[in-house]
């Protein structure tokens, strides 16, 4: 039914039945009043009703221009003066299962969904929480749009009482078929791609990753000569996008640090020449693009080294640097004072993606170098003998003649569960405490970097907190 209302001098025609209107008597955000009123209803949805307790929601509901699978949810009340606290609720029918957090500092409580699958309606609703009340709006519905047109990943659920769901954050290592340039990608646990990014800046890309409270994703290079490196950031939205191309150094790997600002890789090359035995450094960036020198692994490796991945781990305050020249992993704080060297001693070669838990580590054994012939590759899990990086193998697993000769990686999930990627061959494996197979990802030919699992696409992410 159509329903005619004034809101403070702009007449609105809205196709839903309210249970009530907002009058001039009505309060609300200074910022929401000014999109009603700088913006016409024609192409956008706008909704107003009244809660049982006389809490009267405005909400203007839409697509991400860039992006069609990103909601974006600007909202209102007459009591935002007392709300404490806030959520949107929404999912593919009214009983939700998805919970978005609302930032109350945000103009016009403005909040993304995230994770949608493309062409489908999704239900969502407002809560708020004030004065130890809770005030819902109804149950409101949007329709996303289409998705990139990708092949889509073969998935093969195994176990799937035992599979940990989420979604996966990964770069597609080069251009695809529509573009030169590298993509990041979100897959959701169905193996469909629920957000895309092309990152035009990078001529590869090994690494992307979402900041520490998941407003913003960022891309790095591979960047093999240390010439051409780049690190791009844009937020979920694709509206803010911050190219950092003066970073002709970034190489490998990049991850989000607490402050959400990141830390990555950094190669100085001596002239024109390969960066294999150049030392890394590790650097950290902030939003606006200034960098700060955390460690030079010279210092631990010397002249002859490759650092190839980074990591973070919130729950030691440690990174941690893999080196490829000399098969080793150095754990150091955000100062740059090395906690420890892992001491190898042959038990493997070439490692490449790792994860330091709280009483392990976990590391993905490349095998041979650089070469195809009879290759496989290991993930190994060892528990520490000493504070000096003694190590002691607990776990392993591997698949015959699986193996890939760069990148790799892996990652412990909450529920037990490792999630295993053979980059190079475009497959990833979701395996239990047992080594059984409990999911497959076979993404075709597209090569992939590093590989972030997330349980949520909000908030900080669950790798640095294990």
Not at 26 to 45: A, I, R
Not at 117 to 125: A, P, T, V
Not at 281 to 310: F, P, Q, Y
Request: glycine fraction near 10%; include cysteine; hydrophobic fraction near 35%.
């Amino acid at each position: 039914m159509l329903q005619l209302c004034t809101y403070r001098h702009l007449t609105i025609v809205l196709s839903v039945l309210f249970i009530g209107c907002v009058t001039d008597d009505d309060t609300g955000s200074s910022h929401f009043q000014s999109v009603l009123d700088s913006e016409s209803s024609q192409g956008v949805q706008y909704v107003v009703d009244t809660d049982l307790d006389g809490v009267t929601f405005r909400i203007r509901k839409t697509l991400a221009e860039k992006i069609g699978t990103v909601g974006v949810i600007e909202w209102s009340t007459n009591i935002d003066a007392s709300i404490d606290n806030a959520r949107i609720e929404f999912g593919t029918d009214d009983s939700y299962g998805a919970i978005a957090p609302v930032d109350l500092s945000s103009p016009g409580f403005r909040t993304l969904l995230l994770g949608l699958k493309g062409e489908r309606e999704y239900h969502f609703r407002i809560v708020v929480e004030s004065n130890g009340k809770e005030f819902t709006s109804r149950d409101e519905t949007l329709v996303t749009g289409p998705v990139l047109n990708i092949p889509r990943p073969e998935v093969k659920m195994l176990q799937p009482e035992k599979s940990a769901g989420g979604y996966m954050v990964l770069s597609s290592y080069t251009g695809m078929s529509f573009t030169q340039n590298p993509m990041a990608l979100i897959i959701d646990a169905d193996g469909e791609l629920v957000w895309w990014y092309n990152a035009s800046s990078l001529m590869d890309s090994t690494k992307a990753c979402m900041s520490y409270n998941g407003d913003y994703m960022a891309i790095v290079s591979s960047n093999n000569r240390g010439l051409n490196g780049s690190v791009e950031i844009v937020s979920l939205d694709h509206e803010d996008v911050r190219r950092f191309t003066q970073l002709k150094g970034a190489s490998h790997d990049i991850t989000p640090i607490p402050g959400n600002g990141f830390a990555y890789l950094e190669f100085i090359p001596d002239g024109d020449l390969l960066i294999t035995h150049t030392c890394a450094k590790v650097m950290e960036l902030n939003m606006d693009g200034s960098v700060r020198e955390i460690l030079d692994t010279a210092l631990v490796w010397g002249s002859e080294c490759h650092g190839n991945a980074l990591r973070y781990s919130e729950t030691e305050g440690l990174f941690t640097v893999s080196d490829y020249e000399h098969s080793e992993i150095a754990a150091f704080d955000r100062d740059g004072n090395v906690a420890w060297v892992t001491k190898n001693d042959g038990i493997w070669e070439y490692q490449h993606g790792h994860q330091l838990l709280s009483d392990s580590l976990l590391l993905f054994n490349n095998g041979s170098a650089f070469s195809e012939t009879n290759r496989q590759s290991y993930v190994l899990e060892f528990e520490f003998t000493d504070d000096n990086g003694g190590l002691n193998e607990i776990w392993r697993y591997s698949v015959d003649g699986l193996g890939t000769p760069t990148l790799g990686d892996v990652q412990r999930l909450p529920n037990g569960n490792t999630l295993v990627s053979y980059s190079n061959k475009a497959i990833i494996h979701e395996v239990d405490p047992n080594g059984s197979l409990v999911r497959t990802l076979d993404l075709g030919q597209t090569a992939f970097g590093y590989v972030v699992w997330r349980s949520t696409l909000y908030g900080s992410p669950d790798d640095l907190k294990l």
